[in-house]
């Protein structure tokens, strides 16, 4: 899944760690959004669809996630 940087939108990353399933310690995911929810509400799709987790799964791994606003810096300039 690719996910687009949108212009003069707020941004939210969600980095969640997948290690638990994926047993390769430096192993994250990383899902955008125009809030903080709805870059959860990725993950959790994300997490769902790819690596089929189940609900208590989908709850643990969101709980280790780090959800951060994006700098500005990273959107992508008008042309």
Request: negative net charge.
């Amino acid at each position: 899944m690719v996910q687009q940087i949108r212009h003069n939108e707020p941004q939210y990353i969600c980095i969640i760690p997948v290690e638990k399933i994926t047993a390769n310690q430096d192993e994250e995911i990383m899902t955008f959004g125009i809030s903080a929810e709805d870059a959860k509400k990725q993950g959790e799709e994300l997490l769902t669809s790819t690596y089929s987790c189940n609900k208590s799964q989908v709850l643990e791994l969101i709980q280790q996630a780090r959800i951060e606003p994006i700098a500005q810096w990273c959107a992508p300039k008008e042309r």
